[in-house]
Antibody
């Protein structure tokens, strides 16, 4: 069973870039069976899809975040990463990484999430 | 911008049945939207319950079922248990590998 773990700074200053990494265990990130994605949840609010990546590099982003988001894959480390630039307080959220099954179009496995606070 | 709408809150008695729905501003929800349903309890990550309209995971309790109902995706809980009290989110595929979450339904078991 795939397991995912988010890591990265818990505090980011306004206007800077948020950077998170998701480490995958129990399977290969180079699998043809999965996309790798990010979802966030502001405190007390709902879930928001950020974007997905396929291990070969194809990326798909939420149009509302498209200009600020970059998702990348490091197959040598079995990790994928999220960068969100020019952050504001509105980007304060719990960030989750997740697997998206290509066949089932399903978000099967999730990391535990990591809280990122944007504050000076 | 696509909006996915769920009931903000619902209340059900233990042992009862409740249906949560999920609508898209783009029109009737079909199987091509690959509806997913998630359960989230306070302080926890979302847990996948249903995918592709009505498919369950090995860990999905039998009392949960997914369907299409009146142009919406639906999640039905039959024989509700106290531990089913949680927030439930639907997720719809809108093409081009783009996904949109619903706003969530807070289910109270009372």
């Amino acid at each position: 069973q795939l397991q995912l773990q988010e890591s990265g700074p818990g505090l980011v200053k306004p206007s800077e870039t948020l950077s998170l990494t998701c480490t995958v265990s129990g399977g290969s990130i180079s699998s043809n069976s999965y996309y790798w994605g990010w979802v966030r949840q502001p405190p007390g609010k709902g879930l928001e899809w950020i974007g997905n990546i396929f291990y070969r590099g194809s990326t798909y982003y939420n149009p509302s975040l498209n200009s600020r988001v970059t998702i990348s894959v490091d197959t040598s480390k079995n990790q994928f990463s999220l960068k969100l630039s020019s952050v504001t307080a509105a980007d304060t959220a719990v960030y989750y990484c997740a697997t998206i099954s290509v066949a089932g179009r399903s978000f099967d496995y999730w990391g535990q999430g990591t809280l990122v606070t944007v504050s000076s | 911008q696509t909006v996915v709408t769920q009931e903000p809150s619902l209340t059900v008695s233990p042992g009862g049945t409740v249906t949560l729905t999920c609508a898209s501003s783009t029109g009737a929800v079909t199987s091509g939207y690959y509806p997913n349903w998630f359960q989230q309890k306070p302080g926890q990550a979302p847990r996948a319950l249903i995918f592709s309209t009505n498919n369950k995971y090995s860990w999905t309790p039998a009392r949960f079922s997914g369907s299409l109902l009146g142009g919406k995706a639906a999640l039905t809980l039959s024989g509700v248990q106290p531990e089913d009290e949680a927030e439930y989110y639907c997720l719809l595929y809108h093409g081009g590998a783009h996904w949109v979450f619903g706003g969530g339904t807070k289910l109270t078991v009372l």
